[in-house]
């Protein structure tokens, strides 16, 4: 577990049904012992409540926000309207446009409110949330730590990708 | 003038750079006698001021609002979500994107909240404003009725344009 | 039912194949006892029967015509050739091309002739549905208050999403 | 000048704006010398006198349609609609679309009602017209032998200006 | 039967692979009595068979050519560089860009070359079979009221469709 | 100033060309006194170089980079690959793509290496510097509030330009 | 076999979720008799590795690199900052951009670094690793001759696939 | 000059306007002393000149063909139809699709005939000079020297610019 306790990240999900690629975000704050709030909440059902949730959580210590939404993904720049904390975005494909839409309605936010988005879908859900441990390790050791050995994993598993391409190959001998 | 006097469509600017684009709402608005509010109000600066607005237009008669926003164009869908009166977005366009990027934001919205998405620019700004007189013209009979007067005029202009080909070809003896 | 009888809405199927998709247009106009026409007619194989259609359903009181077609979408711009009521388009998937080809055919008509889009695909279809209704209603509290309730459904809707993710999390205690 | 006289191909202009490319059509036409007329006739603006346009021209002796058009390009749909004479679109550009949304409004036709699609701009319209003159040509050895000369004058233009680089290059000695 | 016999369009594939969306096309011919010669070509693989086919076609009775082809799609191109008959092009998908790289690999054609294109897929391939059929019946009054009866038969269908969604929605009386 | 002193933010452009935009970076964090190295450094003609200086900033107290580039943008990857740091990425636009190479270049990374990706050009290096000045309030209190000046001129900006332009309408009494 | 002995093409693979797609560029460099190494090597996640391969590579006799990689595809462009040997790339197809987000991020490298880049997916690796075999070819006649048997192996598999359609169609005689 | 003499790359423009953008070959080749020829010649208007002069060119020792070829890019793939030598494209912008019709043409040759392609407009016709130059180096270590000199000085290149950019911002003391 980090040196701070309580619930240092809020991940938004638009719909319930982004639950299934939103959880690569779970599993990763897990892993690094962030404490979390997980909320369906939506810019355009629940727009007071995204405003209420937004200014209880960062009194509450929630520090950075990671939102999932597809389509016309307005949730990350909603949050971003009412914070100066870091938003995250994951845009997730629905549809026939492959997320092309979410992409374009999370990235291209105007000067003044940053939203910084991730890749479309279940890559862009793991990769905001160890983004967030990033955030929060610029005051927190231990997470610092903690990503390094995480990067270190990933190397691991690479080589020994590779190792057993080139057994099959007949090339590891 | 049309039969109900006072503000009945709002016309809502994401940023001030957007008028030479949403005049041409404002140009069909002040032809048809309909009384507009022109407002510059942002989904992601001015949040707060966006949902007041909405409630007090509202209450105060407005019928029908139109927004204009480029970019990641939250301010229909802002709007949108706070109001059950017909929300219409002019997408426009800024950068390399050619407006693809404030379309799909307009466009995709989730089922549950409709907003009403016209061309990219001014085309998009002058029919937004003509569809809202429709809006308008299904309760009040004077407005209907300068509503065809319009499209005559229209069909007008392309017959005269019509003549003038056929007579530059050699064709309209 | 709404304090209008009669027809007040026509839903227009490019393809009887489109049939699967609209009809959360048909669930929709059921639902806020708005009574409407389905028909399959065909801007491209039976572009008569469009124009008759829309002459006959103008006169008989139809108010708002929401046209769903795929492909090259021709289908509302046909509709709105021919009448200043409010057309609204559903652009539809097919192919590969996502519904872009759809989305674009419908959404960019030129200064004149108004269409309002909506999302691609069912989503799309749901909320047509309900912008008619919101043009109905505003000559129509008992639809404005309907469409409030509906609403509020909605948001009922996400909070109860909301609340069983917290639990799942172990958050909602 | 052609075997056959009088008007043997129409060139509809969706809008007077775009004569600048569609002249590009008109010079073929008059360079083989078939007659042609040309005329602003819009799907959206002036949908009735399409319809009349076509059934007169088709009784006057058109056997070829080519439509120009821009944005939500409709307008050789709506002639193909009410012919089974070949129609040639030419999507135009305008706006920051890049000429797409035209394209695939042109080219996306459903089953049973073709339209044979043409490159966006000025190639497209010389194209288009030069291949009206290639259907015509199948009833008219004279046109076909006035083909064959058109292609061997581009053979020659290439070469000349392969000849000029290679001596710019100091390589044609 | 048409007034004409022997083979008289040629339906190119550029891969075996592209028969099922093709036939379409050998479909529609076989309707309409029109007899053609369908083969596997390809721009790349045999160029050379490309072009002695062209011209042993055109020396044979054949006036009409349509190339089905995915991807970077240059048959209909390598066709129309040795002929002036009319050249028409399905693009076909494959992969995950939609066919949109079939699509414009076809239709950007340059100035001089024209190739008539249609729509993505199985509707262009039927598609291009009717125009084929259109410019022949520009010489032949058989085709031209077969061409009608086409016409007809699709009109019915739509009629047939429209009147089952009357019954199902109640409205069929 | 803020409280901590030295260079926290590094700013990498992968070309001198980039200055013009990228210069929106230099600005806000001269505006928050936060300290930042300027580089211009390129992932492809200088990769060792790239290694050398995140070694060496990581090590002499920068704790945010930013990265902006063109085209195929490896830059920000490139950098991600070798801190754990957050690095903040600009696609730039140039050429025909609008920016969509360079978008789609810099968003999409694979899982485990993450990239926070800002809009296209002036806006998206203006809101990676804000960006990076969150990073580093959430340890910093004076650089929080003097993000919330920030925002909260920003709405005193939206507010100016409302009142103006309600003034030229005349709503402004 | 080649002239030549040794590993003398690289193939790299971003992740071992590629070996089903890139095992085509195993497929052509076994066919032909060139050595090759098959490696699992990531730009993002072993950095490292990439560029001690790419060096041990050079001077182990490697000749041409042949990279696969999707989404946000940096590998190409990471070994080719290493070496000035050729390299080329393979845009992997993954989620809903059918590959578009590798191929702009391969193939829009800035003047200096070349990578060469071939189709999405099966097709590109089948045809990179033959180019790769043609750039050996320019200095080894054996490759060249197969090369060629190669070629005319394909137009026998067209021919047989054009004849067995010429039976179907009871052309065949 | 390289140690082999006479024309060992061929650069082919598919119209003499492309000239301009080309040119950044020319400059490359003759850097290097590569020796060269540059021709106009278009794959759909002179076919039959392509095939001779591939023919020839072959014989006559050119190893690697350059074609720059903009809109429906055929050049690259017609010319690889004929050689097993290395073949490179450059695909050239050209009205408002920014290149991506021409890319999309070259870059998705199916599979057996492969064409190498580089960025579109004059970075890609400088890196396909640049990538012939490699392809030649791989039996000629003058030229590999070369091209490790040339690296070298953009090495240079990028230094002094960073260099520039650290004294301006105060930072290069």
Known sequence: ???????????LLGSASD????EAAFEILTEFGVG????????HRTPEEV????????????EVFICGAGMAAHLAGAVAAHTTKPVLAVPLE???LGG???LLASVQMPGGIPVAVFAVGRAGAHNAALFAVQCLALADEELASRLAGHREAQREKVRR???ELQRELGDGK
């Open 100 to 102: 092309l839409d979410a």
């Open 1 to 11: 577990m980090s040196g701070k306790s309580g619930k240092r990240v809020a991940v």
């Open 94 to 96: 629905s549809g026939g």
């Open 161 to 163: 990708d590779d190792g």
């Open 19 to 22: 639950k299934p690629v939103m």
């Open 36 to 43: 979390f709030a997980g909320r369906v909440l939506s810019a």
């Open 51 to 62: 405003v209420r949730f937004v200014r209880e959580a960062e009194s509450g210590g929630v």
